[in-house]
């Protein structure tokens, strides 16, 4: 079938031994082990052949400071690598017009699949990453500062950030974090209702993958009334609205 | 740094050897790499330790038959496995209420980051699949019925599908389809505006990954004007209305 084969208890070991890593080692990733994660990124399934996402490589140091700031995360300035993560159906725009076609509308699907194709991409880098034994992380909080790091990288309508992430050799000792239980992920033939119980079960299971112990309280911070995901939201409508027409 | 090391040549052959498969052999998946799929799956990157996502296995053959229609992709009645691949913003509200917090309103916020979060998982779960010598497909066309696929599955508010993703045995020969050159989809510090001639060019060297060899044909009647995504663009934003409550 493949070349490729590898045992369960491989795939397994590979996948358990993700972690997510903020502080790096201040090496650069030599050219050979760049040219096979960008490989591995433009490897990636892509929705309707439309390859609808951009990276943006971030060198320039001055630039990383400025966008680790804008982003709150300081390891955007000191990762080996750093990349800005976008959606992107300008790229195809202009590819209909070179060929004399007008482009649709359609706001909503340019944001559902130019995510998609984004982060198929990104995840299919990121896993290439590690593979060659690096670690990186995903930053949200380019949300923090949509307009400022679009404007700052150049990203013209039809592009928008989906967040950023960093690659590189990891300065900090391995964490496997906890996840939700199976059963509450995984569904079969149609979605289960949840008890009580169980969520409070598994909430208290959670504990460990934030600081305090308390991951309801985490959650509320960001995901509850007044909180962090409430603040950002009127930026990416903002945002949104300017980039892909959203109406 | 890990146990895992590959070298770059065994990474970019695994990532050369992805390709997309919509006919399958009619066997059944082993429980145990069914286990290490999902594992893989559950291990991605999430946002805020929140695991934005859900997915619906499909194992009823007569729901698989009906979604299998309703999207327009037989290989989801015929796959080893098919999954329906669902944001999920319903579980965390429910573990913020069973703890007594209200939750936010953040309808953009939960598709960004709710696609993220089902992507990460879903491509985790395809590339381990790979790594097994499985292959796949993730299929858009759960758009052109999201209503009566969300119906049919029982989806809650706060839950709607990205895509399906089918796994299986391929039983139809290998093929490597073409990408943009890389220049094009990798930028350095600020996006780079394209010229006429580079897209002509490109669009040229794109040709096989369609049947007729013509990929701006296929685009534009994916996405220019009057094209599918058009058509799909209400079904998905009035779907989206009902289930994030995007205003």
């Known amino acids: 079938m493949t070349t490729n084969l590898f045992s369960p208890t491989d795939v397994q070991r590979f996948f358990d031994e993700h972690w ?15 040219e096979t994660i960008l490989a591995a990124a433009q490897r990636a399934p892509t929705d309707a052949t439309a390859q609808m996402y951009s990276f943006i490589r971030l060198t320039d140091p001055a630039l990383r400071a400025r966008i680790a700031e804008a982003a709150t995360n300081a390891h955007i300035a000191t990762a080996s690598e750093s990349f800005l993560i976008c959606a992107d159906v300008h790229r195809l725009k202009r590819i209909l017009e070179v060929h004399g076609v007008e482009g649709g509308h359609f706001p909503h699907i340019a944001i559902h699949f130019g995510i998609g194709d984004a982060v198929m991409a990104a995840q299919n880098m990121l896993i290439a990453s590690e593979m060659l034994g690096y670690r990186g992380c995903w930053i949200g909080g380019v949300l923090n500062a949509l307009d400022l790091i679009a404007e700052l990288t150049q990203l013209p309508e039809g592009v ?20 939700l239980p199976r059963e509450q992920v995984i569904h079969e033939n149609h979605y289960r209702p949840y008890s009580e119980d169980e969520l409070k079960a598994s909430s208290k299971a959670m504990g460990p993958i934030t600081a305090r112990g308390d991951w309801p309280q985490t959650l509320s911070r960001y995901f509850g009334k007044g909180g962090g995901m409430e603040q950002r939201e009127p930026v990416l409508e903002s945002h949104l609205r300017r980039k892909v027409f959203l109406e």
Not at 165 to 175: H, S
């Open 20 to 34: 997510t890593v903020r502080k790096y080692k201040a090496v650069s990733m030599p050219s050979e082990h760049l």
């Open 160 to 179: 928008f950030p989906f967040a950023a992430l960093t690659i590189g050799v990891p300065d900090e000792p391995p964490q496997h974090r906890p996840r």
